[in-house]
T-cell receptor, first 115, second 118 residues
Framework: AQSVTQLGSHVSVSEGALVLLRCNYS??????LFWYVQYPNQGLQLLLK??????LVKGINGFEAEFKKSETSFHLTKPSAHMSDAAEYFC?????????????FGGGTRVLVKP | DAMVIQNPRYQVTQFGKPVTLSCSQT?????MYWYQQKSSQAPKLLFH???????NEADTPDNFQSRRPNTSFCFLDIRSPGLGDAAMYLC?????????????????FGPGTRLTVT
């Protein structure tokens, strides 16, 4: 069985400061990992994904994440927060071996950006 | 642009009155999913269609049903909505390994339908 843990349900950062969202996973197979962002009353939008290859992946809106197998982590970072980054962020792992690519989500981290 | 469309965006229904939410996609993906998301929680998978095959999650109440008449459309039927069914309902799609072009692995989400039960 797969699981995802996001440390911190709420994170507050100042505009211009580093954004760091933590994600740890458990998977019985090499993981395929995702970060999604959700703005109020919207669906989920893919920020970035790791499947194979380079462990540092870059996504949209200046975000990047690094897959660290030894730490079973896939933390999301952005060097400089912008007010528009205020949203909820979900880390997810894919059960790609089963028909249907089911995702297991973490509990989410709500980001507040202070001016 | 290829996308996942959900109608309506906001739906109000009465306690016990059947309601149907719709989802359509122009991505030609073979897998479609329905999620329920309550406030400040992660999306919870209700069921998914792998092509025409329906896959129900073990803990999805019988009150929730789904139909997929063709590749592009998928419907969520709530037979007798209760107050606890008020939530955001998200539709998503993905392209699985069996599809031309192989798997996209990620899921593409629609904007959601917010259901209110009065």
């Amino acid at each position: 069985a797969q699981s995802v843990t996001q440390l911190g349900s709420h994170v507050s950062v100042s505009e211009g400061a580093l954004v760091l969202l933590r994600c740890n996973y458990s998977s019985s197979v090499p993981p395929y990992l995702f970060w999604y962002v959700q703005y109020p009353n919207q669906g989920l939008q893919l920020l970035l994904k790791y499947t194979t290859g380079a462990t540092l992946v870059k996504g949209i809106n200046g975000f990047e994440a690094e897959f660290k197998k030894s730490e079973t982590s896939f933390h999301l970072t952005k060097p400089s927060a912008h007010m528009s980054d205020a949203a909820e962020y979900f880390c997810a792992v894919s059960d790609y071996e089963a028909a249907g690519n089911k995702l297991t989500f973490g509990g989410g981290t709500r980001v507040l950006v202070k001016p | 642009d290829a996308m996942v469309i959900q109608n309506p965006r906001y739906q109000v229904t009465q306690f016990g009155k059947p309601v149907t939410l719709s989802c359509s996609q122009t991505l030609n993906h073979n897998v479609m999913y329905w999620y329920q998301q309550k406030s400040s929680q992660a999306p919870k998978l209700l069921f998914h269609y792998y092509d025409k095959d329906f896959n129900n999650e073990a803990d999805t109440p019988d009150n929730f049903q789904s139909r997929r008449p063709n590749t592009s459309f998928c419907f969520l039927d709530i037979r007798s909505p209760g107050l606890g069914d008020a939530a955001m309902y998200l539709c998503a799609t993905s392209r699985d390994l069996s599809s031309a072009g192989g798997s996209s692995y990620e899921q593409y989400f629609g904007p959601g339908t917010r259901l209110t039960v009065t």
